[in-house]
């Protein structure tokens, strides 16, 4: 005799309101432990890279490896964005220096727009797009052909042996493509406002030189190796968590990207506020 189910009813089934706190209680928990993972591979990549150095035991051929790889797939794009981030800096700011009768500025504000926001954060998304979308593609290929699992059953670190020279590579060709972004965008400014917006030579160069010090190229720099940073390891993380077939794959790739490109944006708002407040900017 088949049993009969009791039919729901208002009472039983749950409300719309604890099913909404029930899933965001477990995104929330979930995004904390996804977190807490990838601190985990941050500070193992750190400290196992020191480790390896000491030893003598690092991976430098791989790590150069990495390094061309990462730069055939960003070089051209960086020109790519550059150029057309120095011509809308420079004829946006232009309009409005223009209208307040300072056409001298335009060197100044357009060059520390392209150092200071423009170069690292071009150069996260670049690497946040293709350099975490090759790095997670290729770990979790490898963690659904169960490499992983077979390297972690000889006693060796998938940390060790993947992703530091990924993490090192990543931190060599960051400062690269910063400093690239920034000549390429600096120069289509340049151009810009020489051709375009009847600025001299010799006035954009020298409010360029007046306002813009070192530390501000060094500051651009050391963004864009934080960024590099942490899109390695965002990416790592996902690949090396890969799961359910080339679907899983898909899937961890799609969350690198994504939440590469959110942590660059809010990572750079924290350090822009810092910066500010202890590097204000120089006036001449």
């Known amino acids: 005799m088949t049993p009969i189910t009791p039919t729901p009813t208002a009472s039983t089934k749950p409300s719309p309101g604890r ?8 995104t929330v928990v979930s995004s904390l432990r996804t977190f807490g993972r990838a601190v985990d591979v941050a500070i193992e990549t750190v400290t196992g890279t020191v480790a390896d150095v000491a030893r003598g035991k690092f991976q430098w051929k791989e790590t150069l490896h990495q390094s061309w790889y ?6 051209i794009p960086a020109i790519l964005m550059a150029v057309p981030f120095g011509v809308i800096v420079s004829i946006q700011v232009g309009n409005l220096i223009h209208t307040l009768g300072a056409d001298s500025l335009l060197g100044a504000t357009g060059g520390l727009g ?11 998304f670049l690497l946040g797009g293709a350099g975490a979308a ?8 490898r963690t659904i052909r169960e490499e992983i699992d077979a390297l972690k059953t000889m006693g060796i670190s998938p940390i060790s042996r993947l992703v530091i020279p990924r993490a090192v590579a990543m931190l060599i060709v960051a400062p690269l493509l910063n400093v690239l972004i920034i000549f390429v965008g600096v120069l289509a400014g340049y151009a810009i406002a020489i051709g375009g917006q009847g600025v001299t030579p010799g ?16 500051i651009s720099i ?5 960024f590099g940073f942490l899109v390695v390891v965002i990416a790592c993380q996902r690949g090396l968590e890969a799961k359910g077939g080339p679907r899983g794959v898909a899937d961890g790739v799609n969350a690198a990207v994504v ?3 959110v942590s660059i944006v809010v990572v750079n708002l924290l350090i822009t506020q810092v910066t500010t407040m202890f590097v204000p900017t120089r006036l001449a």
């Not at 990462?70 to 070089?75: E, K, M, N, R």
């Not at 392209?114 to 996260?124: E, F, L, N, R």
Request: net charge negative; no cysteine.
């Open 19 to 26: 099913v909404l706190r029930d899933n965001f209680s477990e």
């Open 70 to 75: 990462l730069l055939t797939v960003t070089a």
């Open 114 to 124: 392209v150092i200071k926001q423009g170069a690292p954060m071009a150069t996260g």
């Open 134 to 141: 090759a790095i997670a593609a290729d770990l979790g290929a």
């Open 203 to 218: 006035s954009y160069w020298a409010t360029f030189g007046s306002f813009t010090t070192v530390i501000d190229v060094w």
């Open 222 to 226: 050391v963004k864009a190796m934080i």
């Open 259 to 261: 939440l590469s490109v």
